[in-house]
């Protein structure tokens, strides 16, 4: 089992940037890709990133590609989303989530972090 912790929200104004961490628990977090996702009130959650788990493959939403960056540190457990460009519309709760298979879809996934907030004022 994979325990999933997301740090770095906050509240930022447009065009400014945020980092967001993921760390997870255990000692097989190199099987495992990771996805990004966010879900904003009134709304379903949705794909922002992936990064499969030797860090070759990667994928982006259209809405945030060319903005945002998903990397990961194995030796670390820890997935990263650097989010530059910041838009109103990126505001929701950002979550992490570990799958053994790449995917985009967060029907794929098993394990799923606690979410943190970001808020980006206009």
């Known amino acids: 089992q994979v325990q999933l912790l997301e740090s770095g929200g906050g509240l930022v104004q447009a065009g400014g940037s945020l980092r967001l961490s993921c760390a997870a628990s255990?000692?097989?977090?190199?099987?495992?890709?990771m996805g990004w996702f966010r879900q904003a009130p009134g709304k379903e959650r949705e794909f922002v990133a992936a990064?499969?788990?030797?860090?070759?493959?990667?994928g982006y939403a259209d809405s945030v590609k060319g903005r945002f960056t998903v990397s990961r540190d194995n030796a670390k457990n820890t997935v990263f989303l650097q989010m530059n460009s910041l838009k109103p519309e990126d505001t929701a709760a950002y979550y992490c989530?570990?799958?053994?298979?790449?995917?985009?879809?967060?029907?794929?996934?098993?394990?799923w972090g606690q979410g943190t907030q970001v808020t980006v004022s206009s």
């Open positions: 989530a570990s799958n053994l298979a790449y995917s985009s879809s967060a029907a794929s996934y098993d394990y």
């Open positions: 255990g000692r097989t977090f190199s099987r495992y890709a």
């Open positions: 990064i499969s788990r030797n860090g070759i493959t990667i």
